[in-house]
Structure formats: structure tokens, C-alpha cells
């Protein structure tokens, strides 16, 4: 179950947060000035995020890295023009508007990275993974742990959570790659891990690992 | 071990969708970066922080430009 979240009640905004929203709602020149202004934040985040994640694209040139950028600024400046509605100004309205170039470019690096590199999708494909000896999942420590998670696999998912489990946390495809690849969205595939994980849990208990610790007592 | 285990079990406790994830993680940076106790105001986050790596490299990002704010263009007049 989601923990409830958000704030009721009017939020007041930081001087800052006022001046954005006040331009980028003005008219003419004043707002064309703010929409500028903006871009070039966006721009900023956008270099930042593709700067940081430029290891995975070795075959790129700058120019073809600086356009990654100019896109993932110009999309990110769509939606937060779209979206202006939405800012509760419950943080500054830089935070809240960073957050989307640094979506946009994250999503456009991990895809141009993962281009013509194949996803296997076919059903059956996660028993091949799965059955490979030794399959990542020999790795666990506990055989007999690894054996039950292997049997929780096959028994108690659907065809659809093994292929989505196997994929994002086996095989590390990223979770906006497979979305593109399945024509659905990060959130649905994160909705469909969660069942599945949530499956695997239970079965687990189920064959006697009773309490599995949080990530937080793993690490 | 722990690391595929993780990505096998997820963080088993009440989390946030990525949706909600993306709707609240200015406020939980900006309280981070303020110093709050982020995670007190925003439950549900770091659960999922912990079970998504997409939405968690995006967390590291933005706390970072947002630590880095002073930076950024001026707001308009």
C-alpha cells in the first residue's frame, strides 16, 4: 500500500519561486525572457545528468552528446510549461523544474546506450536465464535460498512478472529501456515488479524463509 | 549477494509508485538539502528510493544540482 503523501493547504512561495511562476505566467516580452531563462536552467541540469552519465555512451561525439542535451532541455521545458499548474511550491521551483531535465535526459542516454542491443522478450526466455548453470542466481549465498527463489520463479509469477523480474533485476536492463521495448511505462513496469517481488516474498515465506530482511539490514 | 537479492526482493515495506516518486522528489530533495528530516516528511520515498534504481539515480541527480543552486540562472524580474 502507498503511504499517503503531498500537504493540504496553501503553501506560501520563496521569493524566488514567485518571480518564476509570475514570469512564465506574464505575457510578451516578459514572459519570453522567463521561457529563455528557463531553457537555460534546464539546459544546465540536462549537460549535467548526460555529463554524468557519458561513460555509457563511448561512441558518441560531443555534438552528437550536446544534441542529447538540447533535446532532453527542450522536452523537459515542454513539460514544465505544460505542468506549471502543478507546482505547489512545496520546493523551489528550480528543484521542481531540474527534476524534469534530469528525467528526460537519463531516460534519452540509457535508450541511445541500449540502442540495437537486444532485450530478449519471447516467453520462456527468463527459464533460460533462470536454468543457466550456474544461473545468476547461484550467486546467492544460501543455495537453498537461491533453490527457493528459483521454484518461486516458476510456480507463483505470471509469465509476464518473471519476464519483468528476470529483465530489470537479474539481467539489468533498465526499467525506461524495457518500458520502450514493452510500449508501456516505467511506472507500470515498476508496478508489475512490485507484484512480483511481493509474489516472491510471500512464497518465501511460504517454503520456510520466513522474515527476509529490508535492503536497509542487507547493507 | 545482497545486491541480487535486493533487486529480487525489493525493499519489502510501504513504498511510493515511481509516479509519486516523481511528484514528491523535489520537496524530499529540498528538504535534504535544508537539512529536515526528509524521510519523516516524506515516508514512502526512501523505500522506494531503495527499490528503484531509475528513480534513485535521479534522487542523487537532483540532490546535487539542487545542493548546487547558487549556480543556477537568477529568477526573472
Given amino acids: 500500500m502507498e503511504p499517503k503523501r503531498g500537504v493540504s493547504g496553501p503553501v506560501q512561495l520563496d521569493e524566488d519561486s514567485r518571480a ?24 544546465r541540469a540536462a549537460r549535467s545528468e548526460v555529463g554524468r552519465r557519458r561513460s555509457t555512451l563511448p561512441h558518441l561525439s560531443p555534438a552528437e552528446l550536446d544534441d542529447l542535451v538540447e533535446q532532453a532541455a527542450d522536452d523537459a521545458l515542454f513539460a514544465v510549461l505544460r505542468r506549471l499548474e502543478d507546482f505547489r511550491g512545496l520546493s523551489r521551483f528550480t528543484t521542481w523544474a531540474y527534476k524534469f531535465a534530469v528525467l528526460e535526459a537519463g531516460v534519452k542516454v540509457q535508450r541511445r546506450a541500449w540502442q540495437g542491443r537486444e532485450v530478449p522478450l519471447e516467453p520462456g526466455h527468463w527459464s533460460s536465464v533462470i536454468d543457466n548453470d550456474p544461473s545468476p542466481l547461484e550467486a546467492v549465498e544460501h543455495h537453498e535460498l537461491g533453490a527457493a527463489i528459483r521454484r518461486a520463479i516458476l510456480a ?43 509474489k516472491l516474498r510471500a512464497a518465501l515465506a511460504a517454503y520456510g524463509f520466513g522474515t527476509l530482511p529490508t535492503p536497509e539490514d542487507r547493507t | ?51 528503484c534504481p531509475a528513480c534513485a539515480e535521479e534522487h542523487l541527480s537532483l540532490r546535487a544540482l539542487a545542493a548546487a543552486d547558487g549556480d543556477a540562472p537568477e529568477a526573472p524580474a
Fill in chain 1, 20 to 43: 518564476w511562476v509570475s514570469a512564465l505566467t506574464a505575457h510578451g516580452f516578459r514572459r519570453d525572457q522567463a521561457v529563455t531563462r528557463l531553457h537555460d536552467l534546464l539546459l
Fill in chain 1, 156 to 198: 507463483d509469477l505470471t509469465e509476464r512478472q518473471r519476464i519483468v523480474l528476470v529483465a530489470l533485476a537479474v539481467e539489468g536492463v533498465p526499467i525506461d529501456v524495457l518500458a520502450e521495448r514493452l510500449q508501456t511505462t516505467r511506472g507500470a513496469l515498476y508496478k508489475t515488479l512490485h507484484d512480483a517481488r511481493h
Fill in chain 2, 1 to 51: 549477494m545482497s545486491g541480487l537479492l535486493n533487486r529480487l526482493l525489493g525493499p519489502g515495506e510501504p513504498e511510493f509508485s515511481c509516479e509519486a516518486c516523481f511528484d514528491e522528489l523535489d520537496r524530499y530533495v529540498d528538504l535534504e538539502v535544508a537539512g529536515a528530516d526528509a524521510d519523516r516528511e516524506v515516508p514512502g520515498m526512501r523505500a522506494h528510493l531503495a527499490g
